[in-house]
Nanobody, 122 residues
Framework: ELVQSGGGSVQEGGSLRLSCAASGGTFTRNAIGWYRQAPGKQRELVVAISVAGTPNYYVDSVKGRFTVSRDNAKETVYLQMNNLKPEDTAVYYC?????????????????WGPGTQVAVSS
């Protein structure tokens, strides 16, 4: 099970941190991906963190602004989002999966967090 927290509403240029906590004992053996889905758009992979914490994947639009990290002792992955833009507005979902060579993420379709809303106003 994946439990999400964080999110909310901020003005452009603001920051938010999302958390994705796992239970079930397999956290340390899985990569975690963060996806987002804006209204009327397909769900897209934003970042993914490998089991070791590096290498990681970032979509070009968030590079330099978002940072993903993990605390295996707490079985939690964090997504720090800085310099947020209105186009970052979406529901963000975490997912358990596999990240190959830091570039290709394979989601496990049955392991999604419930989603959390991020709204950025201009």
């Amino acid at each position: 099970e994946l439990v999400q927290s964080g999110g909310g509403s901020v003005q452009e240029g603001g920051s938010l941190r999302l958390s994705c906590a796992a239970s079930g004992g397999t956290f340390t053996r899985n990569a975690i991906g963060w996806y987002r889905q804006a209204p009327g758009k397909q769900r897209e992979l934003v970042v993914a963190i490998s089991v070791a914490g590096t290498p990681n994947y970032y979509v070009d639009s968030v590079k330099g602004r978002f940072t993903v990290s993990r605390d295996n002792a707490k079985e939690t992955v964090y997504l720090q989002m800085n310099n947020l833009k209105p186009e970052d507005t979406a529901v963000y979902y975490c997912n358990r999966g596999n990240l190959v060579r830091g570039s290709t993420y394979y989601p496990e379709l049955g392991f999604w967090g419930p989603g959390t809303q991020v709204a950025v106003s201009s």
